[in-house]
């Protein structure tokens, strides 16, 4: 999955970058769908050992354009893990009390604590893309939050957050068939708005946006990957493959249980006083759930 991985200073050309792309997984869609039930199980089993470490914590910034997969991503790829554990902020229009305060001021309350994952469906970059392409703020104003972002997210390194960035790279085609799709099935028209069409008709100043963001944001601690999301089934695997990988990386652990852990189960019940090695864990605590 290295091959999303954008590296730091790279000068990124969307053009460049396929959103048909299906090539690290070997396989159809059927057998693509089979393989990411595999990998959202071992999401699940690591998720739950971050919890209970309560050491480390994770951020996961998804951004697209209209249509581009972020709802369906974090329905795909966190389906089966414990809710407890996982939040989700969404960014929309500033509020006029947001828009009175700095641009970080509404983001950093949302960010993860130890133990957690946070999905930020938009977020920050929202001040460097529909800010820039709609002129809400002067160039000049706008400029300077490349360095603000780069340093306030490795501040967030620094106290041990691990963040991933994700941009769903749909194309210009796709999107006009899933606002098709919008208006013609009855369960999605809700979700359909007529601004979106405005918006599309930016296409062309929003990739500028994004690949300069996509250019100067992404930092050895806090990578941007660009996904190809034209296709559901392969993005949610993608992701979903990252997110693995990241956590492995991590060497979590159980922590240690309380301090001669067999008495207690003398005290549930006297037969184990003979035996109280009965009573002892069945797993490792030490033993990550590295494959
Ligand atoms: P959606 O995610 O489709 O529900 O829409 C949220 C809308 O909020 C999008 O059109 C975003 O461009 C907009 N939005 C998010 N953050 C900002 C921001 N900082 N300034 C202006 N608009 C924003
Ligand atoms: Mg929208």
Redesign the pocket.
Known sequence: MKKYFVKQNTNVKLSDWDPDDTSEFEGTKKEGLIALQKVNKKLDALQEMLYAEHKHKILIILQAM?TGGKDGTIRSVFDGVNPQGVKVA?????TPEELDHD?LWRIHPNVPGKGEIVIF??SHY??LL??RVHK?APQKVWKQRFQHINEFERMMKDEGTTILKFYLNISLDEQKQRLLDRISTPEKRWKF?PGDLE?RKLWKDYMEAYQDVLSKTSKPWAPWYIIPANRNWYRNLVISSILVDTLEKLKMHYPDPVKNISQYAVQLDPKFVDHPEIAEPLVDNKQTTES
């Open positions: 209209d969404s960014f929309k229009v500033p641009y469906n938009r929202e001040d529909v800010v809400l708005n918006e």
